[in-house]
């Protein structure tokens, strides 16, 4: 990809499954990558890529529903970076209700995939401003297109995804800033495995019942969805923002 290399870039939720493989590529590009996560193996994970790439990796252990670790998190980024180029908005809760859903589990999603992703970007916008442009990229989904049965609680936070990057677009277009989202299938990683077992239902069973409502016929990779952001967050896409790029396998297609 045209232009990463040298770049700073914070990824939210980047010690595993999808976020470990975005952080992993655009390191890989030859960027400085600082991993935004709460997972206990965050540390070993950015220390992993740094071996494997030979460029810089930094862990900050931070809870994005938490306003100040957020803000001194970016302090530490700024005394060592000076400023960022990417983002990633990749962190997300994972909570599956509908109708019956409590104002506590409302909240708790709330507190993460939209609000926690507001802040994590307006502590991130200064540092981008200073850089004279930037790019990025929030993960959004399928299911932000369309109803599920028992999803509203996280369906409605990625059609919300959607459109907060629209909004961002329009609001830091001025200063060189893209922002579009990047739009999931089913990917098999351990998060898929988790939300099966948090739903009481047998995970390789669901990837089989998944895997035929793709066009492709099979769930997509971490590595494959990474690719994609890698290309939204290039110079090769610098006459994009404000869209919403599918990576599904066809799954809307159909």
Same mark, same amino acid.
């Not at 400085?32 to 994970?45: K, M, Q, R, S």
């Not at 962190?91 to 708790?108: P, Y």
């Not at 369906?155 to 893209?178: E, P, Q, S, V």
């Given at each position: 990809m045209r232009g990463l290399t040298g770049k700073v870039a914070v990824v939210t939720g980047?010690?595993?499954?999808?976020g470990e493989a975005i952080a992993r590529r655009l390191s890989e590009e030859g960027? =400085?990558?600082?991993? $935004? #996560? /709460? @997972? &206990?193996? +965050? =540390?070993?994970?950015a220390a992993h890529i740094h071996r494997a790439t030979g460029h810089p990796v930094y862990y900050e252990n931070v809870d994005i529903s938490q306003e100040t670790n957020i803000e001194e998190a970016f302090l530490r980024v700024a005394e060592s970076s000076s400023i960022v180029d990417i983002l990633v908005n @990749?962190?997300? *809760? %994972?909570? %599956?209700?509908?109708?019956?859903?409590?104002?506590?589990?409302?909240?708790?999603?709330l507190d993460v995939n939209i609000i926690g992703t507001s802040l994590v970007t307006r502590n991130c916008v &200064? /540092?981008?401003?200073? =850089? +004279?442009?930037?790019?990025?990229? @929030? /993960?959004?989904s399928v299911s932000g297109f369309i109803g599920q049965p028992s999803f509203a609680t !996280? @369906?409605?936070?990625? $059609? =919300?995804?959607?459109?907060?990057?629209?909004?961002?677009?329009? #609001? /830091? +277009?001025? $200063?060189?800033?893209?922002v579009n989202s990047v739009c &999931? +299938? !089913?990917? *098999?990683?351990?998060? %898929?495995?988790d939300s099966c077992i948090q739903l009481g239902i047998d995970p390789e069973a669901e990837n089989a019942r998944i895997s035929l409502q793709h066009i492709l016929g099979r769930q997509g990779t971490a590595e494959e969805v990474s690719g994609v952001v890698a290309f939204m967050v290039s110079e090769d896409a610098s006459f994009m923002t404000g869209e919403d790029v599918m990576v599904d396998g066809g799954y809307l297609a159909k």
């Open positions: 980047g010690a595993r499954g999808l960027c =400085a990558v600082w991993i $935004f #996560d /709460l @997972n &206990p193996d +965050g =540390a070993e994970t @990749n962190a997300a *809760r %994972f909570i %599956f209700k509908g109708v019956e859903a409590t104002s506590q589990e409302w909240k708790s999603i &200064p /540092l981008m401003k200073k =850089a +004279g442009k930037g790019a990025i990229v @929030n /993960l959004s !996280y @369906n409605a936070t990625k $059609f =919300a995804i959607r459109g907060l990057t629209k909004c961002w677009a329009i #609001d /830091l +277009g001025a $200063f060189r800033i893209r &999931p +299938g !089913y990917i *098999r990683t351990q998060a %898929f495995d």
